[in-house]
């Protein structure tokens, strides 16, 4: 993809971003084997055949009792959010959801920890997109419906990824195989929603993704994207990466409600970080609301 990736799954410093506040290597690799497992697999914590659970509220080392803990209350939980959108209400996002019709499908695999991710932007391409599918990746349990639908022949997947490693490079095609999709078929981008390190994982540990041809993104863009610090300007978030691909592929008019939404996302969210009502409509706000009628 030559340097670009995505931001919502672009390495940072540490290669894995928490939303909103720190965490440390031992916590983050916990919450990550738990959530690569489906919820209905067996946990090792707190397994009765593999001993007790050591207590947590005496000191192990000493046997004291440890003092009462305060309730953990991440930054922004006591933000009153729309129900609709998400967004804090300060901001609602929901006036401009306006929609936009495509030939190219957007499906998304997406971790689970990135559902918890207010400022997730995979979230927007369903909200213009109305054929957008959303598939939950579990390592050990992949989702019926997305296999079916890869075994549909009406469908022409592409899994949009990095051309970084040779392993798979017989698989790399350009966007000119998008466009040439059969009319009869119906061309589909697979974006695989999370950081850099989990979209690797999801793209190594997935064997029903290991046919299908890898579609690398190619573009001069720099992100707009400033809820999340990426590695590089050359990162791209989740919906800049849709929305550049289906520009590419021909979806004009897709792309740019696409990006008009984005922006608007983008500029709500963070002036609700700094407690600021937008009082004045951005060109892309005035846009989005004119398709609306």
Not at 121 to 130: E, K, M, S
Not at 168 to 186: G, H, L, N
Request: aromatic share 8%; proline share 9%; with cysteine.
């Amino acid at each position: 993809m030559c340097d670009s990736r995505f931001a919502d799954s672009a390495p940072s410093q540490q290669d894995a971003r928490s939303e909103d506040s720190g965490s440390t290597q031992e916590a983050s690799t916990t919450e990550q084997a738990s959530a690569d497992r489906h919820p209905g697999e067996p946990s090792a914590v707190g397994d009765p055949h593999l001993g007790e659970s050591p207590s947590l509220d005496r000191d192990p080392a000493t046997g004291h009792p440890r003092p009462p803990r305060r309730e953990f209350k991440a930054r922004g939980s006591f933000v009153t959010r729309c129900a609709g959108c998400n967004l804090p209400e300060l901001n609602c996002l929901c006036p401009y959801q306006a929609k936009a019709d495509s030939r190219v499908q957007v499906w998304l695999i997406t971790h689970p920890l990135e559902h918890h991710k207010p400022t997730n932007t995979g979230r927007l391409i369903a909200d213009v997109l109305a054929p957008t599918r959303v598939f939950t990746w579990y390592r050990t349990t992949p989702d019926e419906q997305l296999l079916a639908l890869l075994a549909d022949e009406r469908y022409a997947p592409f899994v949009v990824f990095p051309d970084d490693q040779p392993d798979y490079a017989d698989r790399v095609v350009e966007v000119e195989a998008v466009r040439r999709v059969p009319r009869e078929r119906i061309p589909v981008l697979i974006l695989l929603d999370g950081t850099w390190r989990q979209a690797r994982r999801i793209f190594r540990k997935s064997p029903y993704l290991e046919r299908l041809p890898v579609l690398p993104l190619r573009t001069d863009r720099l992100t707009r994207y400033r809820l999340r610090k990426p590695a590089s300007q050359a990162h791209l978030c989740t919906a800049e990466v849709a929305a550049e691909l289906l520009r590419q592929s021909g979806e004009e008019d897709a792309a740019s409600v696409l990006d008009d939404y984005f922006d608007v996302f983008n500029d709500s969210y963070a002036a609700s970080r700094r407690y600021h009502k937008i009082e004045t409509p951005s060109p892309a706000m005035r846009r989005l609301a004119a398709r609306r009628g």
